[in-house]
């Protein structure tokens, strides 16, 4: 009886809402030709938004009442043999306290298998494990078709490229870029050719030898060159290094300055012709 009368008050309600709606929109003015403004159409969105939020919240509040004061009637049909193993009786069983739609059931039955004083019951899966598995085999199969047969999305490869294009709009086109050169001129200063065939001798002559006639790495005092052989290409070999060919990056081991008075003396090494000098590598680059 109760459950009848809230079922009819929440009837009522929502007929004199719609009633009241209708009226409104009767006496509301016509719709101007031209659209409002942004503003204004985010300001309505979120005001139906919220009317929706409210409706939602409402029903639910409601329903929940009528649950609660239903749930006598509700354990009584539950507890019909009937009802009780059915499917639908395990739905009914969510809104009694009886979750084992959701759990499962333990048999609690030993199968004879024990090992270090565990015993192993024969209790099968829960069921939220096994809807999930079959919602994952479903969702594969979409994933599938969507973006391997049908090729409506984006591959791995479209989605590299189209981060790379974004991150490129990020990359400040300084020194600090590696895809852009600099713009430095040779230092010349006995001072800074001094800083730098010190910084050579500590950091680079292991790699290049100590009057960088070539080791592991390639002959600095010929005319050849890998990797470019005018300043900004040595000043930006030096810096990022190249990778899988071992020259390392030197970049926040060494200083922006430091880097380029390196760069700069191993440019004024050019035609020293040392003992031992290892064969040209590389590209013939006459530098100026």
């Not at 294009?165 to 300084?174: G, H, P």
């Not at 010349?188 to 950091?203: E, H, V």
């Not at 890998?226 to 200083?255: D, S």
Request: glycine share 10%; hydrophobic share 45%.
């Amino acid at each position: 009886m109760v459950g009848r009368r809230i079922l009819r008050g929440a009837a009522l309600t929502g007929a004199a809402g719609l009633a009241a709606l209708g009226r409104a929109l009767a006496q509301a003015p016509a719709a101007p030709a031209t659209p409002p403004p942004a503003d204004d159409r985010q300001v309505l969105l979120w005001l139906l938004l919220g009317a929706l939020a409210l409706v939602l919240m409402i029903f639910i509040l409601l329903l929940t009442l009528v649950v609660t004061k239903m749930q006598p009637l509700l354990r009584q049909l539950y507890a019909r043999p009937t009802v009780h193993d059915s499917w639908s009786g395990q739905v009914l069983g969510l809104f009694v306290g009886d979750n084992r739609l959701v759990v499962g059931e333990n048999k609690d039955e030993l199968m004879g298998h024990e090992y270090d004083g565990i015993s192993e019951y024969d209790n099968d899966l829960p069921p939220w494990w096994k809807y999930g598995f079959a919602l994952t085999i479903v969702f594969a199969f979409g994933y599938f078709g969507y973006y391997q047969v049908a090729k409506a999305g984006p591959g791995s490869h479209d989605e590299y490229e189209t981060e790379m294009r974004q991150a490129a709009l990020l990359v400040s086109a300084d020194a600090d870029d590696p895809t852009k050169l600099t713009t430095y001129a040779a230092l010349k200063m006995p001072a800074d050719l001094s800083a730098g065939q010190g910084i050579f001798a500590t950091n680079c002559a292991p790699c290049h030898g100590a009057n960088a006639e070539g080791k592991v790495g390639p002959n600095l005092t010929d005319e050849y060159w890998l990797h470019g052989g005018e300043i900004n290409h040595v000043y930006k070999t030096i810096k990022f290094g190249v990778q899988g060919k071992g020259m390392v990056a030197w970049k926040g081991k060494l200083a922006s300055k430091q880097i380029l008075q390196v760069a700069s003396y191993v440019q004024s090494l050019q035609g020293s012709k040392p003992a031992g000098a290892k064969e040209p590598q590389g590209e013939k680059e006459v530098i100026k």
